[in-house]
């Protein structure tokens, strides 16, 4: 149908503009972040457009479904504005048909939002991980030298090495200061290495027949202690990269566990499959009310009711990851009002008309 195709090529192509708008805002502000992450030597340069690109495309479930609703509001609202909202209708196109059109548009739109949630976001997020610890072992060796300084976790140590092997793993005629509280603790040692420590992910440098000078700097009371190995803690773990986040596990683990962290991040997949179809739909009913002639009144109260909708998804979801709720109830309840909201605003235009028909029937009489 003529229509039809006209509303689908409309949204889409405020779909297309709202994405660029939106990706390119996003991309920006992390790729800033990445840079002074690679400035400050936690990362590798070469790691940037990895991680940037990964990260692009697991925010993506946050993003689509508020998009989809956007380019929706937008179209209906310039539909309003022009009357063609009025023509169909003339042309035997009312609220029902033009709902379905969208629906239609809609469930299609759900499918990429449900193969980027259930297969794509899980994936991008397990190899946003993977490059974190890589590059938070590589962190530790790019800028390193023979013959220079180079500061470590955070300006708190400084290392220096005379001669460093072909692997850049290991390290001879090594001096290493700690700075302490009152204390500065000096590492000499002949060779050294560094070395992460696979369950709790913490970095050390292991150093091997050496020196530890422990004292207060202008003080004579310094501890010389003599060792074989002496393992130095130089850096903890970032929990946010933690491998075993639920965020990271892929849909099929999900399904068959009985963890509440894992249900929870189950179903909050799902909800951005469900937001996308209840918001998109939600969409041509906001645009029925008086409101829909004020495309900017319409847009900030279709902002407003997204952000309410999303945050207190993320409160159940955090709710249920605690035991505070129940699965069975999970973040279902969230889109259950949602529904009814788009209950009210569908029946709000009868319900207007139907008010005004009887303040005329009470005024009639008392003009006769």
């Known amino acids: 149908m003529i229509i ?37 030597g936690k990362i590798p340069a070469g790691f940037i457009l990895k991680l940037l690109w990964l990260r692009m495309l697991a925010m993506q479930t946050e993003v689509l479904p508020l998009v989809l609703f956007l380019a929706v509001i937008l179209t209906y609202s310039r539909m309003n ?26 469930l299609v739109f759900c499918l990429l939002v449900a193969f980027i949630s259930f297969y794509a976001s899980p994936w ?43 692997s850049r793993n290991t390290m001879k005629n090594v001096f290493l200061q700690i700075r302490q509280k009152d204390k500065n603790s000096v590492m000499k040692s002949d060779k050294a290495r560094f070395n992460t420590e696979k369950r709790s992910g913490n970095r050390f440098i292991i150093f091997e027949n050496g020196r530890r000078y422990l004292g207060s700097p202008g003080m004579l009371d310094f501890q010389i202690t003599e060792y074989e190995k002496y393992g130095v803690l130089i850096e ?40 996308s179809l209840l918001l998109g739909l939600l969409a041509v009913f906001l645009s029925r009310l008086s409101i829909g002639h004020k495309p900017y009144t319409l847009l900030f109260i279709a902002i407003l009711i997204y952000l309410i909708y999303s945050n207190i998804l993320g409160i159940s979801r955090t709710l249920m990851e605690r035991d505070a709720i129940s699965p069975y109830l999970g973040l279902w309840w969230v889109h259950m009002i949602l529904i009814v909201l788009a209950i009210i605003f569908y029946y709000s235009p009868v319900i207007t008309h139907w008010r005004k028909r009887d303040r005329k029937l009470q005024i009639l009489p008392a003009d006769q």
Request: charged share 20%.
């Open 81 to 106: 504005q022009d009357n063609e909202l009025t023509a169909f209708a003339v042309a035997g196109v009312g609220t029902v048909r033009q709902l379905q059109f969208v629906a239609r548009f809609t």
């Open 236 to 275: 903890t773990e970032d929990t946010e990269s933690s491998s075993s986040s639920p965020e990271t596990l892929s849909t099929s683990a999900l399904l068959g566990s009985t963890s509440s962290e894992h249900r929870a991040e189950l179903q909050w997949r799902i909800s951005a499959v469900l937001a």
């Open 4 to 40: 039809e195709r006209y509303i689908h090529r409309e949204i889409l192509q405020k779909l297309i503009w709202l994405t660029g708008l939106l990706f390119l805002i996003f991309a920006t502000n992390k790729f800033v972040d990445y840079l002074g992450d690679a400035a400050s």
């Open 124 to 166: 991008a997020k397990s190899n946003i991980v993977k490059l974190k610890e890589q590059a938070w072992q590589e962190s530790m060796i790019t800028g390193i030298a023979a013959g220079q300084f180079k500061e470590l976790n955070k300006g708190d140590s400084v290392v220096y090495i005379e001669k460093l092997s072909e």
